[in-house]
T-cell receptor, first 109, second 112 residues
Framework: RKEVEQDPGPFNVPEGATVAFNCTYSNSASQSFFWYRQDCRKEPKLLMS???SGNEDGRFTAQLNRASQYISLLIRDSKLSDSATYLC??????????FGSGTKLNVKP | EAGVVQSPRYKIIEKKQPVAFWCNPISGHNTLYWYRQNLGQGPELLIRYENEEAVDDSQLPKDRFSAERLKGVDSTLKIQPAELGDSAVYLC??????????FGPGTRLTVL
């Protein structure tokens, strides 16, 4: 079983739509959680950290559900420029990072 | 603040040849990581350094891969000899105290 699992997608949505991704993790003792964004043939870039209380950054909202061992990312009012692959990242209790395989988002005009 | 620098950006070699990648982390970042990313997959950790100490190299194929981080700053990753299956993007990242990571542009390796 993979440490971090994501739906690969693609999620095809029109501009202005709201879209949500989930990511599950297997180690209940995991400590830290992040969402990264990766454009085609580019490096991953930190989108946001995910805190226990949830956090919001503009159109992006991240939530953590420790009981069910998943994190989510909600994107409101999707823009064409949001098209990318979104990587879920988990740091376990041994300080090791695990990346999901990513969820591909296509925002269409 | 300058980002993580990697070189070369692209490398094409024949199998059984050696290859080396170089990384310069963000100034002040004591943790340095080397990842390998295959198409359609997330990055997979090869080795993590805390300053000059390799604290996690459990996923590094030690028969052909080696890495060093002299003086706790720059790092090099070497493959000798390269195999066809080593074709991938090799990413270097750095962070303060093993927290949020910042990635370099990567080296795209093609082994023929």
């Amino acid at each position: 079983r993979k440490e971090v699992e994501q739906d690969p997608g693609p999620f095809n949505v029109p501009e202005g739509a709201t879209v949500a991704f989930n990511c599950t993790y297997s180690n209940s003792a995991s400590q830290s959680f992040f969402w990264y964004r990766q454009d085609c043939r580019k490096e991953p870039k930190l989108l946001m950290s995910v805190y226990s209380s949830g956090n919001e950054d503009g159109r992006f909202t991240a939530q953590l559900n420790r009981a069910s061992q998943y994190i989510s990312l909600l994107i409101r009012d999707s823009k064409l420029s949001d098209s990318a692959t979104y990587l879920c990242v988990v740091k376990d209790n041994f300080n090791k990072f695990y990346f999901g395989s990513g969820t591909k988002l296509n925002v269409k005009p | 603040e300058a980002g993580v620098v990697q070189s070369p950006r692209y490398k094409i070699i024949e199998k059984k040849q050696p290859v080396a990648f170089w990384c310069n982390p963000i100034s002040g970042h004591n943790t340095l990581y080397w990842y390998r990313q295959n198409l359609g997959q997330g990055p997979e950790l090869l080795i993590r350094y805390e300053n000059e100490e390799a604290v996690d190299d459990s996923q590094l194929p030690k028969d052909r891969f080696s890495a060093e981080r002299l003086k706790g700053v720059d790092s090099t990753l070497k493959i000798q000899p390269a195999e066809l299956g080593d074709s991938a993007v090799y990413l270097c990242a750095s962070s303060r105290q093993n927290n949020e990571q910042f990635f370099g542009p990567g080296t795209r390796l093609t082994v023929l």
